[in-house]
């Protein structure tokens, strides 16, 4: 049944592709209430974060606790530069990436030769220091209480100051960031990426600089991570550091476990049912949490691979269409 | 007479107190099949790890052609035109048939960030040339059929042959199998025996450890044999077979 | 002024030892991270409070209850919800989200039945306190730190001497070398879920003794700190996961005493980035050698 639906899937892949893009875009005009068009969005941030991380731990293989920092560093700079120096929303996204990505290089350089959990645990430790320095840095940061205030987005003198049209640029960021990753692991370094994730050994072989492919993911995972933090800071107009806190980057973790690590897809779903499902269970109150944490556990219990896991659409696809072109040769022989 | 291709002068590796490999001279001429022999422990496998970079040796040089490649890492020397396959089968088992082969033309293409975010002409011609080399690979070793399964899905004696696939697939002047009979039946080794002849034909010079003493015997021009870490013979086949020190250290025992 | 700080240090420390060893017991044979490890140091907490103030069990016999319970909580989370999870997928990521999973469940179940505020824990044993120098030392103090000194030395009685600690370090060498030498491998690692909870257990009650209080805010700072400093130490190593504890719980008493209190939660992560660059298998982890 599922194979079914994905080989489907697969064959039609344009077709729902733009269904999607369709309902997405509809969304906001069929809901009446605003609330749900404001998750929404915050959902899209999360699908930001959760595919971004999916690159550095689903196809680089790395898992990371430190993404929130990553997300934290991205949001505390668009504040600063847009509350101290006035800049404008599009210049502080883009410096969003880049102190982010900065942030990675430093992070990154030393640290990526380290093994598996180690290399994990660093990148918690990271997160705390990082947090740690956003609570303490008080003529900075503002300390505990954070930085009020923050611009809406607006570019070119087009402000986004309704539920939709912040969703709409969520969307189209949300929309990019697909677009990239996808296009790059569907290349000579996507391949190099796979390649050193599942034997990087057999990757040094083939010529694979493994280090260089590491920073690379690990790089463009926390420059998009900043410009989720970007978008986020001028989104809700206030952040404090209890935004990207340790809980946050276990959050964006279990995102893409539940979605599957390696799917870009999956992320999306995981991202979405994540945030949805605190909101379903709100009227269960205190147990909400309680209940959220047994349901992470029954997930994984049923399928621990996550719901994308094992799908990859484009192999998929290649191995049917293969499958039909023989048979049809088969015939015209025949 | 020309330079050979491949070439080790003294080449010691040790590991602590253990001297692994002692002073290894040895050298493949251009388009030849060497074997690389010896009983277990003898220090094959870490000489062969010396020569694709795997190891750094503790004293002596290699050169490939007139290059010292002492100390590179395995991917300049992949690089440079020699490509390795391992005696416990390494594909990528989250890549297909084609993906396998095509990171095999990792070297060979070029495309940078750039490229490949905004699908460039630079792209579109590194992704045509990946194909168009996976493809060739995989016809000459007989894997073209659907090759859009996942490498692991094939049966033991396929992945071998894929693990050579993807090899050829980096334009290799020289092609470096450790053990590529391991775990094979009588009838797959000698299937492997003509096959890696065809390869020879193809112009690849090729070097090889291996245990099987009848693929050695059938299929190489020159043996080296490792004892201890030290070479202890080298020679045609049938001289290797004579050798009182070869059948002491080597065969010597099962009799 | 110093010795103070050094010895509350060595105290807090102690207690970080312990949880410590609890997680690398753990880690060494699955390398698993778990994620809940500090939600049980927590739990036991909360279950004296609730056998001793509520059901008014005598104070031994809640704590020893207490630490019962907690282990077998360990134990059985391995069994019917880790196990499977293992035996369907290789993944380790995916179980250590589970864990994830399970200490959301247990902390929040917590706040839901006590309440988030901080709880007054019940301690009868209010021995005083004498001096050395000028260094105040209160009994309860020494008496946590050799508590957790002597748990130490036995967990490492039991993997050093006895044929399951025997078993748990095969099974941390080569799991399936172990089982074809006949190691019961799930039956180990239950059992070094059990002793590694219970490490945690023994930590969070002597810790809760200590603050004359619990809150489930506990959780964080010594979950993470203690990652640290099983890492610091090198995974896997028991006298280093130990020594780990004691230097960060000294770093942050000198770091709250000569600093300011405000970094002293994250002076453990620097040091770790710090030692990491230098050993990157921690101070007595063994190299790890790569196979071809």
Not at chain 1, 65 to 89: E, M, N, Q, R
Not at chain 2, 221 to 244: C, F, M, W
Not at chain 3, 28 to 37: I, K
Request: with cysteine; charged share 15%.
């Amino acid at each position: 049944m599922f194979n079914k639906i994905t080989t489907a899937w697969a064959l039609h892949r344009r077709t729902v592709t733009i269904v999607t893009l369709v309902i997405l875009v509809a969304f906001p005009f069929l809901i009446t209430d605003q609330y749900i068009v404001t998750v929404a969005t915050l959902g899209g941030v999360y699908a930001i974060l959760a595919m971004s991380l999916n690159l550095i731990s689903g196809f680089m293989g790395i898992t990371s606790l430190g993404h929130a920092a990553f997300w934290g560093v991205g949001a505390y700079t668009a504040a600063l530069l847009s509350t101290k120096l006035g800049w404008p929303f599009i210049l502080t996204l883009i410096a969003s990436c880049v102190v982010a990505l900065v942030f990675g290089v430093l992070l990154g350089l030393p640290t990526l030769r380290l093994s598996g959990r180690y290399l994990t645990i660093v990148t918690l430790a990271f997160c705390e220091i990082i947090r740690t320095i956003e609570t303490n840095w008080k003529s900075l940061t503002g300390g505990a209480t954070g930085i009020t205030g923050i611009p809406k987005p607006e570019i070119f003198g087009y402000v986004f100051n309704t539920p939709m049209k912040i969703y709409f640029l969520v969307l189209v960021l949300c929309i990019l960031t697909y677009i990239l990753i996808t296009r790059l692991m569907d290349s000579r370094l996507g391949r190099g990426i796979t390649a050193v994730r599942d034997d990087y050994i057999a990757a040094q072989a083939m010529g694979i600089k493994d280090s260089r492919y590491k920073i690379m993911a690990f790089v463009i995972s926390a420059a998009l991570a900043g410009m989720a933090g970007g978008f986020y800071a001028h989104y809700m107009s206030f952040i404090s550091p209890l935004s990207f806190s340790f809980d946050q980057s276990t959050l964006i973790l279990s995102m893409i476990i539940i979605g599957g690590l390696g799917n870009l897809t999956g992320s999306v779903i995981g991202a979405v049912l994540l945030i949805a499902l605190p909101e379903v269970l709100r009227p269960l109150m205190a147990w909400r949490q309680v209940i959220y944490g047994a349901l992470l556990v029954v997930v994984i219990l049923c399928k621990p691979s996550g719901i994308l896991g094992k799908v990859n659409l484009k192999h998929i696809k290649q191995r049917e269409l293969f499958k039909r072109g023989k048979e049809k040769e088969g015939e015209v022989k025949a | 007479m020309s330079t050979p291709v491949l070439r080790t002068e003294k080449v010691t590796q040790r590991f602590g107190g253990l001297v692994a490999v002692n002073a290894v001279d040895m050298h493949v001429d251009q388009g030849e099949i060497v074997g690389l022999i010896g009983p277990n422990g003898a220090g094959k496998t870490t000489l062969f790890n010396c020569i694709t970079g795997q190891y750094t040796p503790t004293e002596g040089k290699i050169y490939f052609h007139d290059k010292d490649i002492t100390g590179m890492t395995p991917y300049q020397i992949t690089e440079l035109g020699m490509c390795r396959t391992f005696q416990n089968i390494k594909l990528f088992p989250h890549m297909t048939i084609m993906e396998n082969a095509m990171v095999g033309a990792h070297t060979r293409i070029k495309e940078n960030l750039w490229d490949v975010i905004f699908h460039t002409k630079a792209y579109k011609k590194g992704e045509k040339q990946a194909e168009e080399r996976a493809r060739k690979a995989l016809e000459l070793t007989g894997l073209s059929d659907n090759p859009y399964y996942y490498g692991t899905d094939l049966p033991y004696g396929k992945q071998r042959r894929l693990e050579i696939a993807r090899a050829i697939a980096s334009d290799p002047e020289v092609l470096m199998f450790d053990e590529p009979a391991a775990g094979m039946n009588e009838g797959e080794t000698a299937d492997l025996t003509e096959f890696i002849r065809e390869i020879r034909g193809l112009g690849y010079t090729i070097l090889l450890i291996e245990h099987d003493m009848r693929l050695v015997m059938n299929l190489c021009d020159r043996i080296y044999v490792l004892d201890h870490g030290t070479l202890i013979a080298s020679g045609k086949p049938e001289e290797i077979k004579q050798n009182p020190l070869v059948i002491e250290a080597y065969l010597g025992k099962k009799a | 002024m110093f010795f103070q700080q050094l010895f509350n240090g060595i105290t807090i420390g102690a207690t970080y030892s312990l949880v410590a060893v609890g997680f690398s017991i753990v880690y060494s044979v699955l390398e698993l991270v778990n994620f809940a490890h500090g939600s049980f140091y927590v739990l036991a907490g909360y279950l004296v409070l609730t056998m001793y103030s509520f059901m008014a069990l005598p104070y031994p016999v809640a704590i020893l209850a207490s630490l019962i319970v907690t282990g077998l909580f360990g134990a059985a989370m391995n069994k019917f919800l880790l196990e499977p999870i293992r035996k369907k997928t290789s993944s380790g990521e995916s179980v250590m989200t589970a864990t994830l999973g399970v200490s959301t469940f247990i902390l929040n179940l917590i706040m839901v039945l006590y309440g988030s505020e901080t709880k007054p824990f019940p301690n009868p044993m209010n021995l005083g306190k004498f001096y050395i120098g000028s260094v105040i030392m209160k009994w309860n103090q020494v008496i946590i730190a050799i508590a957790a000194i002597i748990m130490i030395i036995v967990m490492s009685i039991i993997i050093y001497k006895t044929k399951i600690g025997s078993g748990m370090r095969a099974i941390a060498q080569d799991v399936s070398a172990a089982k074809l030498m006949g190691v019961n491998t799930e039956l180990v690692i239950t059992f070094a879920f059990f002793s590694g909870i219970l490490c945690a257990a023994i930590a969070g009650i002597l810790v809760a003794m200590y603050y004359g209080s619990v809150d489930t805010t506990m959780y964080l700072g010594v979950s993470m700190k203690t990652f640290a400093a099983a890492l610091l130490g090198g995974i896997g190593s028991l006298p280093g996961a130990a020594l780990g504890g004691i230097i960060i719980g000294v770093l942050e008493a000198f770091v709250a005493g000569y600093i300011s209190a405000d970094w002293k939660d994250c002076i453990a992560f620097i040091v770790l980035i710090l030692v990491l660059l230098f050993r990157p298998s921690g101070l007595f982890g063994h190299k790890e050698i790569k196979k071809v």
